[in-house]
């Protein structure tokens, strides 16, 4: 298959983010006789467990998570559109607890003992930790916008964290009329995933061209830019026309009220856009168990120290993905993954005694405008200052022939496959 | 940057040489580092109390970043905030927002969208009737993200129509609303350049003000290093109905303006 090349390109480079922070760090670390202990079996949560286990195969690693099955935000935008079933957006953790020897708690960490280091559990009990990784993703920020609360997201959906979420905006927007207005609710950075609601206003569009042709889709964004927005805006009109109209802070787009009965969306300078379906991608913040263990600062995220990940807040306890202050790296699941494994090196060396090997970090975000035509940024990430900086990135260029977006979109496919294999498979 | 860290290294081995021992050298506060805020100050020192200022700890896009400044004041003719200051030391020009107020704005609380060429420290100053200074600083960490990076910002766009919103109806007794503008220019700053490897002339606007039936309630100057598109939102207590007149001055010498009516609950 000619994906082969490409699969074997995408799993070095996956690798490289593990491979390279584990040189020179010695191999039965075991003997240290850590515990680490991991809050959220997600992107960031999941691969650590798996480096951590891969780097020092002896280790007391445990993964507290929920829910049995995992589905992946990654995705989710191309089951909306109508590309992937519902199903194949799900990841379990039985690889995870058999071959590779992880510990899987299915609870919910409701609270962080830091002197005692112990993590507090929703059924009463207490796990131990010598370590604690937290990757427990985002929260919507319930009190940012008016009238958008957890009660108006069951009219209003987000799915922004994919579940139930996911499944009743697709049930709205299978329910549409014809010529219905789709609305969504952009807010400003710093937010899970970028490119997303891009994405999936083309996924969006891409299920009405052919079921819905005479609906719009109107982007209602808080910014005045975003990412990868000349591709995006190039793609849109070359595969939809003009189905999808996007309007920034400037041209009056930034939501200040939204009425959940009356499905309407107010704007700062008063315009008042009345939908059939809306979605409403609120501000957000570090999940809740982050703010329990008071790593958050006053922006509600974690800021931690750029070479290990580390709280500055609280040592011992390491905060990785959506949740920590990465800035310049964007809220992906790529960014976690890779955060996972200069995490996991970094835990390792403190167990030791060592100091922690230096980092270099990966990031490439695929985005489908449609089933073939894809684009891309990618980015590397080093320390520098003390900081973490971008050292060389890419984007997909405006000029190409659709050879490039179809090559573009087979590995975004690839991605998904190689990434939750990495991740979640055997 | 590069200047201080060599400045540091002297003094340092200036310290060693000598056999001092001497703590690390504290950079001065910005207030007395900036000759144009020294300026302003004319002397006075200000207190770091009574200002309350909201800016994100890290932007992901210095470009536009949001300000909201707060100064406790009951805005009334003999207690009230006259003026206030915005500085962002490590831009070309450190100069941001010059704000003139009257009491009848109500409340001395703005918002306002703002560049920051790098991290640095904005420094808010408020001026009170009674000649104290207050102030507010706060560090910014610019990380700018190549993966958000937006399409260049357009350079020869027209002054655009205004935008204007405003309460209907104002509370009564003094009560305030929010009024919220914006107009749709580049703010050329003059650092950047053209697709031709030029530099784009500068163009921005410098003057702004409010009046209501005729009377200035607001006065600012802009500079550089307010967003393209200037956004300015504040607040207004009228005590009557009347008629709110905006305009904005271009250094073109390009005008718009826009009126509202200002309706107050009985
Ligand atoms: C529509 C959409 C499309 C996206 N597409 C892409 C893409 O194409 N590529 C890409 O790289 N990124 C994409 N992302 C971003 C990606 O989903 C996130 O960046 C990624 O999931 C972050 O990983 P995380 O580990 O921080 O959080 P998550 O993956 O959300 O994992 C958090 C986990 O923690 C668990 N948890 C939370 N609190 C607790 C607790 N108290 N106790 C126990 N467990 C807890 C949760 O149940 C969850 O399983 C997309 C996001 C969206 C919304």
Sequence with gaps: ????????????????????????????????????????????????????????????????????????????????????????????????????????????????????????????????????????????????????DEAAAQRLPHAWKAGAQTRLLHRQLRAMDDGGLFVMVIPDNPYRCPPGPYERAAMVAHYCKRHKPKSKILLLDAKDGFSKQALFEQGWRDVYGDMIEWVGFSADGQVLRVDADERLAETAFGERHRAAVMNVIPPQQAGRIARQARVTDSSGWVPVKPETFESRQVPGIYVIGDAAVAAPMPKSAFCAHAQAGVTAAAVLASLANRPPPSPVWLNTCYSLIAPDYGISISGQYRLRDNAIAEVTGGISPLEAGPGLRQREADHARDWYHVMTTAIWGA | MRVRARGWLCLFLACGLAGWSC????????????????????????????????????????????????????????????????????????????????????????????????????????????????????????????????????????????????????????????????????????????????????????????????????????????????????????????????????????????????????
């Excluded at chain 1, 997600?42 to 798996?50: E, H, S, T, V, W």
């Excluded at chain 2, 536009?64 to 207690?79: E, K």
């Excluded at chain 2, 606007?205 to 300015?232: K, Q, T």
Aim: glycine fraction near 10%; include cysteine.
């Design chain 1, 1 to 148: 298959m000619s994906a082969d090349p490409v699969r074997r390109r995408l799993l070095g480079a996956l690798g490289a983010s593990i491979g390279l922070t584990a040189a020179g760090l010695p191999i039965q670390l075991s003997a240290a006789g850590g515990r680490v202990v991991i809050v959220g079996g997600g992107f960031g949560g999941a691969a650590a467990a798996r480096a951590l286990r891969q780097l020092s195969p002896g280790l007391d690693v445990t993964l507290i998570e929920p829910s049995a099955v995992f589905r992946t935000c990654p995705f989710s935008n191309l089951y909306l559109g109508g590309l992937r079933d519902y199903g194949s957006l799900g990841h379990h953790y039985g690889y995870l607890q058999g071959p590779h020897g992880i510990r899987v708690v299915r609870a919910t960490a409701v609270d962080v003992d830091v002197e005692r280091r112990r993590v507090h559990l929703h059924d009463g009990g207490r796990v131990p930790y010598d370590r604690l990784i937290l990757s427990p993703g985002i929260d919507m920020r319930w009190d940012a916008l008016e009238g958008y």
């Design chain 2, 23 to 266: 703590a690390a050298p504290a950079d001065p506060p910005v207030w007395k580092a900036v000759p144009e805020v020294r300026d302003w100050l004319n002397g006075a020192e200000p207190q770091f109390e009574h200002l309350h200022l909201d800016l994100p700890l890290v932007s992901e896009e210095g470009m536009s970043v949001p300000l909201a400044i707060d100064v406790t004041s009951a805005m009334t003719p003999d207690d009230s905030i006259v003026a206030i200051r915005v500085f962002a030391a490590g831009n070309p020009q450190p100069e941001v927002l010059d704000l003139t107020l009257d009491p009848r704005l109500g409340r001395a609380v703005f918002e306002t969208r703002i560049r920051l060429d790098e991290s640095q420290t904005v420094l808010v100053l408020a001026r009170h009737s009674d000649g104290r200074v207050f102030a507010a600083e706060q560090a910014v960490r610019v990380a700018n993200s190549g993966c958000l990076a937006r399409s260049e910002e357009a350079f020869d766009a027209p002054m655009g129509e205004p935008r204007v919103a405003v309460p209907d109806p104002f509370p009564a007794d003094r009560g305030h609303g929010e009024v919220r503008s914006l107009i749709l220019h580049p703010m050329e700053t003059g650092f950047r350049e053209g697709p031709d490897g030029e530099p784009l002339p500068r163009r921005i606007i410098e003057d702004f003000s409010v009046s209501l039936d005729g009377e200035i309630v607001l006065a600012a100057r802009f500079h550089a290093a307010m967003s393209a598109n200037p956004y300015l939102a504040f607040r207004l207590a009228p005590e009557q109905d009347g008629e709110l007149v905006l305009r904005w001055l271009d250094e073109t010498g390009e005008e718009r303006s826009a009126t509202r009516t200002v309706r107050v609950v009985d």
